[in-house]
Nanobody
Framework: QVQLVESGGGLVQAGGSLRLSCAAS????????MGWFRQAPGKEREFVAC????????YSTDSVKGRFTISREGAKNTVYLQMNSLKPEDTAVYYC????????????????WGKGTLVTVSS
C-alpha cells in the first residue's frame, strides 16, 4: 500500500520560511518522479514543483521560482519543499504526489497522493 505523508505545514508571517517533508512508503522511491502541488480555498489544485528520479533535475512554477526549492533524499524516501520569502498568496493545502511514468505537470497525471498539509501565511 502506497503512502505519502506530508508534514511541516503551519502558520507563518509573510517573509518567513517553512520546510515541508513528504515521507513515502510502499513504492520504489527511486523509480518515481516526485512533485508538490497546492490548492487554495475555492481554487483548483495547481502544480508547484517537481524533481526527477535521480534528483538532478527540478522544475517549478514561475510564481515560486527563486523562493521554493524541491529536493529529495533517497536514504529516507523523503521529498522536501523549502519555502522562503512566503507570501499570503502562498496560503494553501500542499500535497505531495508521485508518478512512475508521467512527465508533465498536470495533477491528473500523478499516480499517488498524500493527504496534504496546510500552510497559512499571514500578512
Amino acid at each position: 500500500q502506497v503512502q505519502l505523508v506530508e508534514s511541516g505545514g503551519g502558520l507563518v508571517q509573510a517573509g518567513g520560511s517553512l520546510r515541508l517533508s513528504c515521507a513515502a512508503s510502499g513504492l520504489t522511491f527511486s523509480m518515481h518522479r516526485m512533485g508538490w502541488f497546492r490548492q487554495a480555498p475555492g481554487k483548483e489544485r495547481e502544480f508547484v514543483a517537481c524533481i526527477n528520479r535521480s534528483g538532478d533535475s527540478t522544475y517549478s512554477t514561475d510564481s515560486v521560482k527563486g523562493r521554493f526549492t524541491i529536493s529529495r533524499e533517497g536514504a529516507k524516501n523523503t521529498v522536501y519543499l523549502q519555502m522562503n520569502s512566503l507570501k499570503p498568496e502562498d496560503t494553501a493545502v500542499y500535497y505531495c504526489a508521485a508518478a512512475l511514468w508521467y512527465s508533465g505537470y498536470d495533477a491528473k497525471g500523478m499516480d499517488y497522493w498524500g493527504k496534504g498539509t496546510l500552510v497559512t501565511v499571514s500578512s
